[in-house]
């Protein structure tokens, strides 16, 4: 996980939770009460983002003993302890919300993506995220697909061409587009084009793409395609896919499997943080 991201996410928002002043923390406890917690899981998943825990403290300005049980990848069961901590119990107060907050949806994107990559079951085709990420948490999330087992689409809109349907329209054909493209761009950049028929997918192969996105298109469909795509374009599949209807993707043809889900409606995993007595 990139750390200089990571200390300027958390800053931010340690000060936005904080503000002034944590009232209730600073009003009941001193400097020197110190204090033992533990970070335990509430259900079954997969971890990512336990780098904040140390990160969040250290921003904090006080130094906290953390002994990891756990790393970010790995499994976890319900009841399961993730870390221990002690130190003063200010600081571990004030940066609870924050540290869940982030533990929790990071861990929820890694869960989501290992879930589907089971359930697809097949290692010839590669589930990966989209651009479809929270302002300012996109390498988070990204990373947190990587964790589950996942890969990264684009990072961002200077990583490739894609080429859509308001670029085909506005543009007047897949083919226009992409003539124009191939000679705006230098030779390592990839162009992808987006398609829906059959009528679209001839056009993008004519034209000499690099990679077919297959939008909204069954399994059955979807194997059609294939039949006509040469071996040398990178077939990606996206839309309308979700884990229950996954696995009937299993053996397709495609390369990719992209999904948009996995960061901008993902459930979080259920983490606890509790001080012992």
Not at 4 to 25: H, P, Q, R, V, W
Not at 45 to 57: F, K, R, S
Request: glycine share 8%; aromatic share 4%.
């Amino acid at each position: 996980m990139n750390r200089i991201l990571l200390n300027k996410i958390i800053s931010e928002a340690l000060a936005e939770d904080i503000g002034m002043g944590d009232l209730t923390t600073d009003s009941i406890f001193n400097d020197n009460d110190i204090g033992v917690g533990m970070f335990s899981a509430k259900a079954d998943g997969v971890l990512a983002g336990l780098d904040c825990l140390a990160i969040a403290y250290e921003t904090l300005g006080s130094s906290i003993d953390i002994e990891f049980f756990k790393k970010d990848g790995d499994s976890v069961s319900k009841d399961e302890i993730i870390a221990k901590v002690k130190g003063s119990v200010k600081t571990l107060l004030s940066g609870e919300r924050v540290i869940l907050n982030l533990i929790q949806h990071l861990s929820g994107i890694a869960s989501s993506t290992y879930n589907v990559v089971s359930l697809l079951d097949d290692a010839s085709i590669t589930i990966t995220d989209t651009r479809k990420t929270l302002p300012g948490l996109r390498a988070l999330q990204k990373y947190a697909v990587t964790c589950g087992g996942g890969k990264n689409h684009r990072f961002r809109l200077d990583d490739a061409v894609m080429i859509k349907d308001n670029h085909i329209n506005a543009a007047g054909s897949i083919s226009k587009a992409v003539q124009l493209a191939r000679s705006k761009v230098g030779h390592v950049v990839k162009i992808e084009v987006e398609t829906e028929t059959k009528e679209q997918v001839l056009e993008a192969v004519n034209a000499g793409v690099d990679i077919i996105m297959l939008d909204n298109q069954s399994p059955d469909e979807v194997k059609k395609f294939v039949e006509i795509i040469p071996d040398n374009i990178i077939i990606e599949v996206s839309g309308g896919i979700t884990p229950n209807n996954i696995a009937t993707y299993k053996g397709c043809g495609v390369g990719v499997i992209s999904l948009g889900w996995l960061t901008h409606s993902v459930k979080a995993l259920d983490i606890s943080f509790n001080l012992k007595n």
